[in-house]
């Protein structure tokens, strides 16, 4: 090993990079230029060798790729086995991991066999004056952001998916990619047995999200949601009473038991704004709030809030965008 | 058949909907807000519960927390534990999650067999999810995270649904933890006459001492961190606009936002 090195795990679903792993390529760049660090990438899969060459397109130096058939699934006891063999013998100064599901599950029984502190769902990363890696994260339900520092190597730090800008891919950088078989898999106890069901909507990647809360009266209503979001191309997100309900699959959930998002647009219809579902939205873009009651927390959260009766509101916004849009004023797409 | 020997490890935590937070020093006021058992813990108490019913067995609880943590465990024996164990000592007191994890595994470890731990998905005050993957590793067992379906559990293995996204389904040999979601199961409220019960019901409080057969105390709390709070700042919500509509222009200038934005994506 030359350098000294700020590693970044490329998360894969089904041999496809995840793409928190060019961002945490893109926030490795920037930590190593200021720490004179080196960026390396390591990946695991079946099959995956030739898109190691991505990882270096976004940023990274040199790239560990351990292909091997015992990797295809997601296998957290496999995958740590290798990754904790991995960090013993190439000895990063940090090692950052996407907070997924996935990352959440695997980063802990890492940080767990390599004795170090790990630092969980951060938002930002700085490099204080004196020379330490500073993680901010938000804690108790978002209501704060604790800055942590690890004082054990490496420092290890899940990261929030879509808070790090996303990098411009450069196919001319050059790197070294270097592919490995594991020498231990050690898969004590684990079965893979298969995929349950696909995810049906992807809040986390959405740039428009219409949601809906306890406003609405009955199931059924949520299509004058589906309509504002078809639209304008967005998808449907809800508070989580109405998962409860079961009027709506628990993919479509925003907040602390759902899902985070970061959508360019946020509208929140008929949902007071608690704690627990302010944790998963307050970092959109813009926030749009809808409701009939003034003092609703949510509108301290919104950029813009709208007094009036969802049922009167947003069809009337419907109409409106409709009649724009048929008479060619501005874009709306995906309707 | 013997029952299964059944862990679970909860959190007391403040109401986060009461909870205070000093703007000026970054402070949380623990105090500000009623204590309450972690919500996410409830669910894997639940499970653990209904496994007993089903199977037979018994529910051992744990908790690492300061001497009001208490009541949670006397909650948890009204909903139907056998064993409740307090970890409590100021030489545990500002352990990170890995601390955390060592004194549980340790107390885990004390009581000599088990078959599963069930552990929430994360924490609505710490909000780490890293306690049980970390306690998996530290007693070598394997882990399923985001546990949202039990299909089935037999004398030395469990099938369950885990949440990542996409639901994959996974095989584990016992002894095995399972972190767990919500939509689990709907965890069940103790009856007053439960209450009651549980307010005698004897807590066995447990020091570093007692762990010292299987962790160091050097290992434990703020000593055993890896990780440092430096600081602490509560986000404001004063970035936003916070434009207010309340006439008939409102939807105009609603669509005119959304028009703009919309267009440029
Ligand atoms: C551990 C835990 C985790 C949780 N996780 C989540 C989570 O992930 N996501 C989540 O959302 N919640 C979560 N919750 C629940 C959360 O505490 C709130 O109960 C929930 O967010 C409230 O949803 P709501 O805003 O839709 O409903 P309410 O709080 O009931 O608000 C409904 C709002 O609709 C307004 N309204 C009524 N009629 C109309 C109308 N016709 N037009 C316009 N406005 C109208 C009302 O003024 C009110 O403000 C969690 C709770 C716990 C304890
Ligand atoms: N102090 C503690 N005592 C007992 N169990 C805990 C403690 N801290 C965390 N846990 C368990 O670990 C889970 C994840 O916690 P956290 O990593 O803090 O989000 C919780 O839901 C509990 O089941």
Redesign the interface.
Known sequence: MSGKGILVYAET?ESEIHPISFELLGKAREIAEKLGLEVWSVILGSGISDKASQLIHYGADRVYAYDDERLRD?N??AY?SVLVDFVKETKPEIFLIGA???G??????I???L???????CIDLQVSEDGKL?QIR???????????????KPIMTTIRYRVMKMPEPDPSRRGEVIVRRPERVEA????????????GV?L?DA??IVAGGKGLKKKEDLRILEELAGL??GVVGVSRPLVEEGWIS??HQVG??GNTVKP??YIACGISG???HLAGM?DSG???AVNTD?SAPI??????????DLYE?IP??IS??KE?KGHG?????GA | MEGFRIVVLIKQVPD??K?R?DVET?R?DRSSAPAETNP?DLNALEAALQIKERCGGTVTVISMGPRQAESSLKDAIARGADRAILLTDPRLAGA???AT?RALAAAIKKLGGFDLILCG?KT???????????????LG??????V?ELREISRDRV?V?????????????LP?LLTV???LNTPRLPTLKDLLRAKRAGIEVWTADDLSEHVPANMLGYQG???????????S?EH???????GED??????E???????A?
């Open positions: 679903r997601l957290v006891v740590k997924t599901p996935w959440r599950s695997l980063a802990p029984r940080a767990a066999a004795d170090t502190g790990l630092t969980a769902d500073i938000p804690a108790f339900t978002g209501n704060i952001l604790a800055h942590i520092e690890t004082t054990s004590d106890g684990v079965k893979f047995l298969g995929k349950v069901s696909e995810r992807n986390a740039e428009i304008l191309g628990k993919d602390f038991s360019r647009i608690s704690p627990q307050r813009i926030i749009i003034p509108f301290r959260h919104a950029d813009y809030g709208v007094v009036a509101f009337r916004l409106f965008l724009v004023k501005g874009v709306v797409k | 986060i909907e909870v937070f970054g949380v996410f990170d999650t890995i994890a998905e609505v005050d710490g909000d780490t999810g890293q306690v049980g993957p970390e306690v998996a590793e530290l067992i394997p882990h399923a995270a985001y949202c099938v649904v885990s949440d990542m996204g996409d639901k994959y389904l996974y095989e584990l040999e095995a979601t919500r939509e961190s890896r990780t440092r709070v430096v600081k602490v700042v509560i986000p919500a936003r606009k916070g434009i207010i509509y309340r409102a939807v105009e200038k609603i669509a936002i959304l028009l703009s934005e919309v267009a994506i």
